[in-house]
């Protein structure tokens, strides 16, 4: 597979992109909610007002309801932005906990598209991490991997200690990427897939090099895609921290 981690000069420009934008976002998301929660509420007032049978005013109101609930979401991701760039909160925390709770937000949607999750990591040690930036940079990955199955497929959940530091692979069978996409895997807003916002890679690497961490991809058409992230070796709390 070919590997793909920013440059030093592509990381820094990645980086101030998405905080930039979480500043953009903050107060985007402000106004944006609150004119969302005016249109849901107006929709459902017209509903009980007109009480009508006619299934055009119905659909039509179900589908204001439906764009009101995909722009809320929206707003979830962007959120995402801001998070990730505020200052870390560390304590214990134990990655296998977190590797499976990430994976529980999934779980409906592994069985419905009949993707097989084989999990292949140690017991990894405490470490010193935010437990909240942590989880939603696994969730944003995996989240990715299955997106990346609609057909089905394997999730493979592979760990690893070395001197180095800890390692986690996410990977996915689905249909991978040519060196043109791999060349903008980390830009905000950039996806393979159609009406998808293309701030999952970003959000994660964010988080991740906001833990002192590394994220590198592999991935080649037709072999899927495999995230490896790193957290480095000074995340482990040693017994006399603890004593």
Known sequence: MILKQPSKEKSDLILDRIKGLSYTSRDLSHAMRNGLSIINNAAEVIRMRLKSEDPKIARCLQVIKEEVQKGEQTLETLSLLDSVTKTLKKFPVRL?????NALMNFDQELKDKTIQVIRNFPEF????????????????LMKNAVEAMEQGGIL????????QGFFLEIKDSGCG?????REKVFDPFFSTKEKRMGLG?????????NLDGEMTVESQPGKGTCVILEIPREAEIREEENS
């Open 177 to 181: 990427m040519d060196q043109t996409d």
């Open 156 to 163: 493979e959940l592979k760990g690893r200690i070395t001197n």
């Open 125 to 140: 040690p405490p470490l010193l991490l935010d437990r909240w930036q942590m989880g939603r940079a696994l969730e944003a």
């Open 96 to 100: 296998n906990e977190v590797i499976e």
């Open 201 to 209: 890679l970003p959000i994660a690497y964010a988080a991740v090099k």
